[in-house]
């Protein structure tokens, strides 16, 4: 999965988000993602992740090995 790809899948789940994307190994295959999104408001770190990995449909662990999350809300 791209970079772009990931982040095409990313911005259709939260549109208002500021998402960077970095790819850590330079392979295509292990990314690090920071997303703030107003969606993320008052909800724990861990259904935050749990949200970005549903927006991305099962591609975790198979397209896409491997996926560092850092989320927020807006002012966190």
Do not use: C, N, W
């Not at 295509?28 to 408001?41: C, E, L, T, W």
């Not at 749990?50 to 850092?70: D, N």
């Amino acid at each position: 999965m791209s970079a772009a790809e990931l982040e095409k899948s990313l911005r259709e789940a939260f549109p208002d988000a500021e998402i960077r994307i970095d790819d850590l190994a330079g392979d295509g295959d292990h990314y690090r993602a920071r997303i703030v999104s107003g969606a993320f408001r008052g909800q724990s770190r861990v259904r935050q992740h749990q949200m970005v990995y549903s927006a991305l449909k099962g591609r975790v662990g198979g397209e896409l090995h491997a996926l560092a999350l850092e989320t927020a809300a807006p002012s966190e």
